[in-house]
């Protein structure tokens, strides 16, 4: 992105020493005296919130999607690569205006297809909160069910997570390749790009995978009766009435 340069004296209407970072300015642009770089002249303080770099494609409106391409970063662990989300596309949930989480992915009935456009997110856009640290570590300890999982926290953007990736790689803040998340969608005013914004993993593409596996094998077992012998801390054994010792 570019930036202009500005000389504190052109400063209208506060002194330069009450500017501080994120200020928002309005001004004219021309070039740079004895130069040909453009700069900033005649500049106005506005009121925070004035400006408007982006804005919410449907205000309320939580959509879902799969990593498509993590954070690509350097071996610093600085980020090199803003990364992709591929949209989920629901039928249901487009034809119904589900909102705010309401998007029915984590019903098995509902016909979802990781085959609608992809959007980018940046460094900011995901940051984990405890609480879903610590149900994505108890689902991927086992202790998820069959369908997709969820947390009632919303993740904040108004900070920096984390981030380091190699494939399908992650670290305790990251996103990985194939993750399922849930995001506000956002266009920039600038140059007409997507964003997924305030982004919160809802399952990790490690934790599907493990729900399959339990899934298939369930499928194939058999079902049998039986007493329990024997409890421990957490677990016990028991003792089927179709099985031999």
């Known amino acids: 992105e ?8 052109e400063m209208q209407n506060c002194h330069p020493d009450d500017l ?6 309005e001004f004219r642009v021309g070039p740079a005296r004895g130069d040909d770089k453009m700069a900033a002249f005649q500049l106005y303080r506005l009121d925070r919130g004035t400006i408007v770099f982006e804005t919410e494609d449907k205000p ?9 391409k ?15 989300i591929r949209m989920l ?3 249901q949930a487009a034809a119904d205006g589900a909102t705010d989480g309401d998007h029915a992915a984590d019903e098995k009935d509902t016909e979802v297809a990781a085959t609608g456009a992809m959007v980018r997110f940046t460094p900011h856009d995901y940051v984990p909160n405890p609480t879903d640290q610590q149900d994505q570590q108890q689902q ?3 202790g ?5 999982q969820r947390s009632t926290s919303t993740a904040s953007n108004s900070s920096r997570g984390g981030f380091n990736n190699n494939n399908n790689s992650r670290n305790s803040n990251g996103l990985g390749s194939n993750d399922l998340v849930e995001f506000t969608l956002v266009t920039s005013r600038r140059n007409q790009t997507k964003y997924a914004r305030c982004i919160k993993l809802l399952q990790s593409d490690r934790e599907r995978q493990r729900v399959l596996k339990e899934e298939k094998m369930l499928a194939n077992a058999t079902l049998e009766r039986g007493i329990v012998t024997t409890l ?4 016990g054994f028991l003792r089927s009435n179709k099985r031999r010792e």
């Open 70 to 84: 993590p954070l690509r970063t350097d071996r610093s662990g600085n980020v090199t690569q803003d990364g992709v």
């Open 20 to 25: 501080v970072m994120d200020d928002e300015l």
């Open 140 to 142: 991927e300890g086992g």
């Open 232 to 235: 421990k801390s957490d677990f």
């Open 2 to 9: 570019e930036e202009l340069f500005f000389h504190f004296s």
């Open 60 to 68: 309320g409106v939580r959509f879902q999607g799969v990593v498509e």
């Open 144 to 148: 998820g069910g069959g369908r997709f």
């Open 89 to 91: 596309e629901n039928k």
